[in-house]
């Protein structure tokens, strides 16, 4: 009994971790209607600047690269005809970005303290957030589902690629400061195990989860979006800016996985592996719903419990192993009584 | 003025049904065949046989299996690798254990026991759509992997759970050297592709269609949705599984579960996202350019490098061409949704009209 519940709370606090990431995908399914595959790289994308700045710096090429681009968007912003309102110099916006762009060129091999790196990388993925909002999804606004999804399995491969090429492909440990050992007073009380980096991690998720909450629903910006997510053009039609909304959403998906890589690198060390978290959180995604924020809670406890439980009672009958499926077998199984997903919203056809 | 089709008038149902009804089209697929079987045999050294021509095929016919599923039927699938892990185990499979087992029957089993796999990682089909439908295929991909991976009886228990295939004998002749193998593997292509284009232009084809565009409406009329899509998924499972036992048999010799990995499933998909999905000449374009263009950029990013001054570091290849690759594809999807097929369409309807487009 005891080792049943050391494993199940395990499972239920690893499940934590894949709802983590699953929430990132939720994010941007709820606003955009995208199921953005690359939300897996960009865990590992965060994860790995941020224990590139701690270790050296900002490689030289890319801050440069970064700089350049910056300060040309600050010269379109103050051109004439072009930027804020009517045609009107965006003074503040050319300044913000010379400031970024600044400041980029000031991190070249300096390397950053934790919390620095952390910021560092925050502005970093907004930054890619916003990219990739103006880039990928504008370009094919009004194409089908299906073209956006592939758009974001190459959008995996950009990453991943510039990831590795901007910090090259060792893997790297990560140390956020907390201690991933058993916690004494749960262990004197109940005897059952659990390690106090995984309680932390909950802690942290529960917190994320919270927020983000608060934020879809009580904030002017959470009913924006909630608007977008509904239709977009009756969203347009009442003057909620769909461009703007949609980039919000993207940064806030790079923040929700700069959190998830911080844990999972601390956790696994930073390494290109992070990148198939991602499909652990597919099936986290199907059971919940990609709708729900709840959901995706849910369902990674879920998963995570079952999983566990499957490779320490299941897995020596038909020879261990099965983790790298048995959750998609539990999705697929519960889809089939409730094809949207737990939380999920039910659509009605009609021709 | 070379492609005006004035004057080609069809006057039999049979000459109006025929797959290429423009006679210069007729003249083009007969060259182009005609070179692929006698000119390039003989022209093509060893290396571009073994490394660019015979892979070529052998994912082109993936692509078109996973073309049928996915361009024709609308089911997305991210499990194609595991298709082809099940052909190219189960061809094994049949060829070690049967003594009698001719291969090209073994390997067309190969493709029925992927067409049954397929079967029945297709059933969730019949329930889920969409985005939850490609999820739900990935559960193909590792299952698939896992289960030979994990039961040694799949790779006759070698230690390392590689399988290494036997000799190619047809009626006791033994297709070795590449340019035999590349004839073997362009005429089973060529025969299957043929297959494909008459099947996506028949009844069942229209039906996959349907379903694709809109699956409720399609039900509506009287389109059967389990023996469709089922068949869809068998279809497409069959081809990709036949293009595993080539791929095992004819190409890497040597294979391990491992090798049949996402990646591979993601390539494929990126042909005919690049070819065009919804289109058999795409399947062909799209494996094509993905085959060839890692090779192109191996040879020429670093002498473009050292002509610009800069120092590739080691691995940076791989990552640029990761890079690319990701640029390339949301560029496709922007520019050109229908891929490179449509744009050869684009340049067939320039073409009728040139040099007087008035």
Known sequence: MQFFLEVLIGGLLSGVMYSLVALGFVLIFKASGVFNFAQGALVFLAALTTVGLMERGAPGWIAGLIAAILLGMAVLAVRKGRGAALGGRDWRKAGMFAAIAVGTILLIHKPLPFWGAVAVTLVFMVGVGVATERVVLRPLVNQPPISLFMATIGLTFFLEGLAQAM??????????????????????????????????????????VASLAVFFNKTRIGRALRAVADDHQAALAVGIPLKQIWAIVWAAAGFVALVAGLLWGARNGVQFALTFVALKALPVLILGGFESIAGAIVGGLIIGASEKLAEVYIGPMVGGGIESWFAYVVALLFLLVRPEGLFGEKHIDRV | ?????????????AEDQQIFPIRQDRI?????????FLVIPFVASDYW?????????????????LNILTGYAGQLSLGTAGFMAVGAFAAYNFELRVEWMPILVSWALGGLAAALVGIVFGLPSLRIKGFYLAVATLAAQFFIVWALTKFPWFSNYSSSGVITTGKTEIFGYVFDSPREKYLLVL??????????????????????MAVRDMDVAAEVVGIRMMHTKLLAFAVSSFYCGVAGA?????????????GFNLDLSFRILFMIIIGGVGSILGS???????????????????????????????????????????????????????????????????????????
């Not at chain 1, 910090?167 to 749960?186: C, H, K, S, T, Y």
């Not at chain 2, 003025?1 to 149902?13: N, V």
């Not at chain 2, 640029?320 to 369409?345: D, N, Y």
Request: charged share 15%; no cysteine; proline share 6%.
């Open chain 2, 284 to 358: 062909f374009l799209g494996a094509g350019f993905i085959i060839l263009f890692p090779i192109f950029l191996n040879s020429y990013a670093d002498p473009i490098a050292h002509a610009l001054g800069i120092d590739l570091p080691p691995g940076m290849t791989s990552n640029l061409e990761l890079m690319i690759f990701g640029a390339l594809i949301i560029f496709f999807l922007a520019v050109e949704p229908h891929g490179l097929a449509r744009l050869w369409q684009i340049g067939k309807e320039k073409l009728r009209l040139w040099p007087f487009p008035h």
């Open chain 2, 246 to 258: 080539l791929y095992a048999y004819a190409y890497i010799g040597t294979v391990e579960p491992e």
């Open chain 2, 1 to 13: 003025m070379l492609y005006r089709e004035a004057g080609q008038f069809k006057a039999t149902y």
């Open chain 1, 167 to 208: 910090w090259g492909a060792n893997v790297r440990g990560l140390d956020i400061g907390i201690p991933d050992e058993p916690i004494q007073w749960v262990m004197d009380r109940w005897g059952v195990l659990v390690s106090s980096f995984d309680l932390a991690g909950a802690g942290i998720a529960a917190v994320l």
């Open chain 2, 187 to 208: 005429a089973i292509v060529v025969l299957m592709a043929l297959a494909a284009k008459n099947m996506v232009r028949s009844e069942t084809g229209r039906a996959w």
């Open chain 2, 49 to 65: 046989l073994k490394a660019i021509l015979i892979p070529f095929l052998i994912f082109s016919l993936a692509a078109l299996g």
């Open chain 2, 28 to 36: 083009a697929i007969t060259a182009l065949l005609l070179v692929a």
